[in-house]
């Protein structure tokens, strides 16, 4: 069965961390590009970070530079994202997605409907 499982939202106070995983299987997870998006209600879908399946390259939006970091266990078959200093902006519905053999300035562009894979997603709240 094929899956992409996201885990690890929660709510948090502004400045605080969340450590976000997309955990994948039934397909090839080596092979696959792995983008974060986030979706807050009444705003449009937002690129996070993504990265590569081969070189381990990374791209990240301008609103996280610096306090996200992506990174991927091809063994565990499992991309994370580290997420610091976190702001009440930050709030969204986080969700991964699997692009086969993409480059992210790719993977970040397509429609959500034109990814191989899409997960249901893991809230983040972050509020006083």
């Known amino acids: 069965q094929v899956q992409l499982v996201e885990s690890g939202g929660g709510s948090v106070q502004p400045g605080g961390s969340l450590r976000l995983s997309c955990a994948a299987s039934?397909?090839?997870?080596?092979?696959?590009?792995i983008a974060w998006f986030r979706q807050a209600p009444g705003r449009e879908r937002e690129g996070v970070s993504c990265i590569s399946p081969s070189d381990g390259s990374t791209y990240y939006a301008d609103s996280v530079k610096g306090r996200f970091t992506i990174s991927r266990d091809n063994t565990g078959n499992t991309v994370y994202l580290q997420m610091e200093s976190l702001t009440p902006e930050d709030t969204a519905v986080y969700h991964c997605?699997?692009?086969?053999?993409?480059?992210?300035?790719?993977?970040?562009?397509?429609?959500?409907?034109?990814?191989?894979?899409w997960g249901q997603g893991t809230q983040v709240t972050v509020s006083s």
């Open positions: 997605a699997a692009d086969f053999l993409s480059a992210c300035r790719t993977t970040m562009t397509r429609q959500t409907r034109e990814y191989d894979y």
């Open positions: 039934g397909f090839t997870f080596n092979y696959y590009t």
